[in-house]
C-alpha cells in the first residue's frame, strides 16, 4: 500500500526533478500539503514523515485541527488557502501563519485589528483572478498595487507576495501563459517591495510547470493525501 510518507516522497521528487529542469535551487521551492477534509491523524503521518507546512480552505475545519494538533505538532505552521469571508476573519488572526487569499481592504484592515499582539505578524498573499473569470475570487491585475499599498500600512500583516489558482484546463499553453503572467507581475510588484519571497501557485497537476515558470510556493493535497471525498 501507498503510504502518505510514499506520496510526500514522491512530491518531493517531482519537485526536485521540476527544479532541476529549469536551472533552479531546490531551497527556493516550499512545498505547502493541502490537507483539507482529511482527518488530523492524515495530517500527523505527514508530520511524522516531516511534514511541517499544512493548508486548509475552510474556516472552521481549520481552526479545530489547528487546536486538535497543538500539542503534539506544536511547530506546524498553517496556510488558510481558502475563500474568506469577512465575518469570519477573526478566526484566521487567532490561528493561522498565513494567509493566501486576500483580496479586499476591509478583510485586510480587520485582520490586522484582530491580530493577537502576542504573535507575530500574519503573512499574507494577494490573489490574482489570473484568468479572469467572473466566478473566481482575486483581484483583477490593476488592483494588485493599491491593495499592496493598503497592507504594507499594517503593522500586523506582512505582505509575502501572490497567489492564483489557473484556469482548470489541461492546455498547456494556457497554464503556461497564466503562470508565465503570474510571475511577471510578481517580479514587477517585488520590485516595489523588495522583501516579497513568495509566488504561491501550483497543484497536484501543474507543479512542473508552476515552478518552470517560477513558483516558490506548490500547494499540493491528492497527490499526498490522495482524493478528496467530500460531504453531499
Ligand atoms: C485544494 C486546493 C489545492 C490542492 O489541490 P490538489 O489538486 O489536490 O493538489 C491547492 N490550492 C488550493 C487553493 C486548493 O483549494
Same mark, same amino acid.
Given at each position: 500500500?501507498? @503510504?502518505?510518507?510514499?506520496?510526500?516522497?514522491?512530491?518531493?521528487?517531482? =519537485?526536485?526533478?521540476?527544479?532541476?529542469?529549469?536551472?533552479?535551487?531546490?531551497?527556493?521551492?516550499?512545498?505547502?500539503?493541502?490537507?483539507?477534509?482529511?482527518?488530523?491523524?492524515?495530517?500527523?503521518?505527514?508530520?511524522?514523515?516531516?511534514?511541517?507546512?499544512?493548508?486548509?480552505?475552510?474556516?472552521?475545519? /481549520?481552526?479545530?485541527?489547528?487546536?486538535?494538533?497543538?500539542?503534539?505538532?506544536?511547530? =506546524?505552521?498553517?496556510?488558510?488557502?481558502?475563500?474568506?469571508?469577512?465575518?469570519?476573519?477573526?478566526? =484566521?488572526?487567532?490561528?493561522?501563519?498565513?494567509?493566501?487569499?486576500?483580496?479586499?481592504?476591509?478583510?485586510?484592515?480587520?485582520?490586522?485589528?484582530?491580530? %493577537?499582539?502576542?504573535?507575530?505578524?500574519?503573512?499574507?498573499?494577494?490573489?490574482?483572478?489570473?484568468?479572469?473569470?467572473?466566478?473566481?475570487?482575486?483581484?483583477?491585475?490593476?488592483?494588485?498595487? %493599491?491593495?499592496?499599498?493598503?497592507?504594507?500600512?499594517?503593522?500586523?500583516?506582512?505582505?509575502?507576495?501572490?497567489?492564483? =489558482?489557473? @484556469?482548470?484546463?489541461?492546455?498547456?499553453?494556457?497554464?503556461?501563459?497564466?503562470?508565465?503572467?503570474?510571475?511577471?507581475?510578481?517580479?514587477?510588484?517585488?520590485?516595489?517591495?523588495?522583501?516579497?519571497? @513568495?509566488?504561491?501557485?501550483?497543484?497536484?497537476?501543474?507543479?512542473?510547470?508552476?515552478?518552470?515558470? /517560477?513558483?516558490?510556493?506548490?500547494?499540493?493535497?491528492?497527490?499526498?493525501?490522495?482524493?478528496?471525498?467530500?460531504?453531499?
Amino acid at each position: 500500500m501507498t @503510504t502518505i510518507a510514499d506520496r510526500l516522497t514522491n512530491a518531493h521528487h517531482r =519537485i526536485a526533478q521540476a527544479v532541476q529542469n529549469s536551472s533552479r535551487n531546490q531551497d527556493e521551492i516550499k512545498l505547502l500539503a493541502v490537507s483539507k477534509t482529511k482527518p488530523v491523524e492524515q495530517i500527523m503521518a505527514a508530520y511524522d514523515a516531516g511534514q511541517r507546512f499544512f493548508g486548509e480552505n475552510y474556516v472552521q475545519e /481549520g481552526e479545530s485541527k489547528i487546536l486538535a494538533l497543538k500539542a503534539d505538532c506544536p511547530d =506546524i505552521e498553517w496556510h488558510f488557502i481558502g475563500p474568506l469571508q469577512s465575518n469570519k476573519t477573526r478566526i =484566521i488572526a487567532e490561528h493561522f501563519d498565513w494567509l493566501h487569499t486576500l483580496s479586499r481592504e476591509k478583510v485586510a484592515q480587520r485582520l490586522n485589528e484582530q491580530r %493577537p499582539a502576542h504573535l507575530a505578524p500574519l503573512n499574507v498573499c494577494i490573489q490574482v483572478n489570473i484568468s479572469n473569470e467572473a466566478s473566481k475570487s482575486g483581484v483583477s491585475i490593476d488592483e494588485i498595487a %493599491p491593495l499592496a499599498a493598503a497592507i504594507s500600512q499594517l503593522p500586523n500583516l506582512k505582505l509575502r507576495g501572490l497567489m492564483a =489558482i489557473p @484556469t482548470a484546463t489541461e492546455d498547456e499553453a494556457i497554464q503556461r501563459q497564466e503562470l508565465g503572467e503570474m510571475h511577471a507581475l510578481f517580479l514587477q510588484l517585488k520590485s516595489q517591495y523588495p522583501q516579497l519571497d @513568495t509566488l504561491s501557485m501550483g497543484m497536484s497537476n501543474d507543479l512542473e510547470l508552476a515552478i518552470a515558470a /517560477g513558483s516558490t510556493l506548490v500547494r499540493i493535497g491528492s497527490a499526498i493525501f490522495g482524493e478528496r471525498d467530500y460531504p453531499n
